[in-house]
């Protein structure tokens, strides 16, 4: 089936984006279960960006990546994913000017962590924000409704190709061809796969005391309660990687696993 990319098309959202949008958009639920689901980065970049290159590389990757025009609409009790056709200027600038480095600091990591609204603001977002004679930083801030970490690595590498000019090979994995092929599999493949992941959760490890858990207290499924706001900020080098991950070893913990525990809020992870 050809595929028209200049107009609106209506697709099933997959099940991750279900159950994210339902989560998301539950009355009780709060901006400190939203705002986890936000993926954010911000890159200091001397003297100056290429505003015109960027542009080119952004609207280009749009193209490639039907995801990156995602947005969603609840038709009829259901919700849909509409796909966009790319845009010419998606593009945002902003001029901070000179600051001092507190000011500067605090500025970017405002505009890093705005919130982000799964179903009111675009999903993908690229930012140049002018910061005088520091010189500009590069925002990207994407929702994990529309990409996971592997998806983050993958459009770095684009992005980063697109900018040098240097070639693309193979063709991307369209919204469309996701719900075909991994969410809905054909009927004479739908048993094997099912006995696949029964067999891959048949001795699933118990899952850890810690945080809420330990304390014989119910999860926060959607953030609900009053949670007290925490903030992790560590700089680590490749010897406190090494050692960090000396010590999870010895834990028998997989660095992973404690970094996004610490993360949560179960444990603290301290990198000097």
Same mark, same amino acid.
Not at 23 to 32: F, G
């Given at each position: ?86 845009? /010419?200027?998606?593009?945002?600038? $902003?001029?901070?000017?000179? +600051?001092?480095?507190?000011? %500067?600091? &605090? @500025? ?109 207290? /119910?999860?926060?499924?959607?953030? $609900?309660?009053?949670?007290? +706001?925490?903030?992790?900020? %560590?700089? &680590? @080098? ?35």
């Amino acid at each position: 089936m050809l595929r028209s990319v200049h107009r609106t098309e209506t697709f099933p959202v997959t099940l991750w984006q279900e159950y994210l949008l339902n989560e998301a958009t539950h009355p009780e639920c709060t901006d400190d279960f939203r705002d986890r689901f936000i993926f954010a980065s911000a890159y200091l970049m001397r003297p100056r960006i290429d505003v015109r290159r960027l542009r080119r590389a952004v609207i280009n990757l749009r193209k490639r990546h039907d995801s990156l025009r995602i947005r969603f609409d609840r038709s009829s009790g259901y919700w849909q994913a509409l796909i966009d056709p790319p845009g /010419e200027d998606v593009l945002q600038q $902003i001029d901070l000017g000179d +600051q001092s480095d507190a000011a %500067f600091q &605090a @500025s970017i990591s405002a505009i890093s962590n705005a919130p982000l609204h799964i179903v009111d603001d675009p999903l993908a977002q690229v930012t140049v924000v002018k910061c005088g004679a520091r010189g500009d930083v590069l925002v990207t801030r994407l929702h994990h409704a529309i990409s996971d970490g592997f998806g983050m690595v993958l459009l770095g590498e684009e992005m980063a190709k697109l900018l040098v000019g240097l070639p693309i090979f193979g063709t991307a994995v369209s919204h469309a061809e996701y719900i075909a092929r991994f969410q809905s599999p054909p009927p004479n493949r739908a048993a094997e796969i099912e006995a696949y992941w029964d067999e891959m959760h048949r001795d699933f490890p118990k899952a850890p005391q810690i945080g809420r858990k330990a304390k014989g207290l /119910e999860p926060l499924i959607r953030g $609900i309660g009053k949670v007290e +706001q925490k903030q992790m900020t %560590f700089h &680590a @080098s490749p010897e406190s990687l090494r050692r960090f991950e000396t010590r999870m070893g010895a834990e028998n913990v997989s660095a992973t696993t404690a970094l996004f525990a610490g993360y949560l809020g179960a444990v603290d992870v301290h990198l000097v």
